[in-house]
């Protein structure tokens, strides 16, 4: 458990060091966002999806969309949680199956 | 050659012969009634809605509870939208001229209609390879899928070629590399 803070100038250096730790991104570790592979989707329309949400470039967008389609999933990026939710939503809004998950 | 979808000045001219808008707008209802309802032990919701987090079910019900309600919103606003640039039921071809995010707006319904098709089917005749043990209606969904698939691909095709590069080098014989 952490210890309390302690009152007056003393704590100013713990203070400081707390809120670094907050700005520290290694405090808040990323989210993977997996896109998996379905019988529906089209191969084109997925290499649209990407680049069209990530802005992939088309040699980008086709390698992750034939690693989706040859291994069953692709790891399409690794942000921190709340853009990676917003990543999720948006390619749910395109009908693909994506999922985010804690990095390891 | 099909013209479902072709390029236009101001944007994707779109035309559609009378029986295939006729098609369409009763898709269109089928999902939006869906949309609305939207009963979570639906097969068509569970594959408009999936799961959001891997690995812990918690946080999916949080997520789930962030993000599917303006993906609903989004997906009822576009079958909407799309409705209405069909206009009304008159048994008439419909050719109108797709303008600004209409082309992709209709792309995503075209594709929240097949994966609403797909999963009426199942993904036992989906990955099934021998088309004589799917039965008939869910041949004739298939098939009906296949139509829109098209679709999706011309638009696809007028709106980002790009996107259908791989199929000039994609060697669909060694998919397992």
Not at chain 1, 59 to 83: D, F, T, Y
Not at chain 2, 12 to 33: F, I, P, T
Not at chain 2, 152 to 160: A, C, I, P, Y
Request: hydrophobic letters at 40%; glycine letters at 6%; proline letters at 6%.
């Amino acid at each position: 458990m952490r210890p309390p803070h302690l009152a007056g100038p003393a704590a100013a250096p713990a203070e400081q060091d707390e809120a670094q730790a907050l700005d520290d991104p290694r405090q808040d570790p990323p989210w993977d966002v997996i896109v998996w592979d379905d019988p529906v989707n089209l191969m084109g329309y997925v290499v649209f999806v990407f680049r069209r949400v990530f802005g992939f470039t088309e040699p980008i967008a086709r390698k992750l969309m034939l690693e989706v389609h040859n291994r069953g999933r692709a790891l399409v990026a690794s942000e921190p949680r709340e853009q990676a939710e917003m990543y999720v939503e948006q390619l749910h809004g395109y009908g693909l199956q994506a999922t985010m998950q804690r990095s390891t | 050659m099909r013209d479902t979808f072709s390029p236009h000045a101001d944007g994707v001219r779109m035309h559609l012969r009378a029986g295939e808008a006729s098609l369409l707008r009763s898709l269109l209802d089928e999902l939006q009634s869906l949309l609305d309802d939207r009963l979570s032990d639906d097969a068509v919701i569970r594959r408009l809605f999936p799961a959001t987090v891997t690995g812990d079910d918690d946080a999916d019900r949080e997520v789930r509870d962030l993000v599917h309600g303006s993906v609903q919103d989004a997906k009822v606003a576009a079958a909407r939208q799309l409705q209405d640039l069909l206009g009304p039921e008159d048994e008439r071809a419909v050719t109108t001229v797709l303008r600004d995010e209409e082309p992709v707006l209709v792309l995503g319904v075209l594709n929240d209609l097949r994966l609403a098709l797909g999963a009426r089917v199942g993904d036992e005749h989906l990955l099934g390879t021998d088309l004589d043990a799917v039965p008939p209606r869910e041949l004739a969904l298939m098939q009906l899928m296949s139509h829109l698939a098209a679709w999706q691909e011309e638009l696809l095709g007028v709106l980002d070629p790009a996107s259908l590069g791989f199929y000039d080098d994609f060697d669909f014989d060694d998919e397992d590399d």
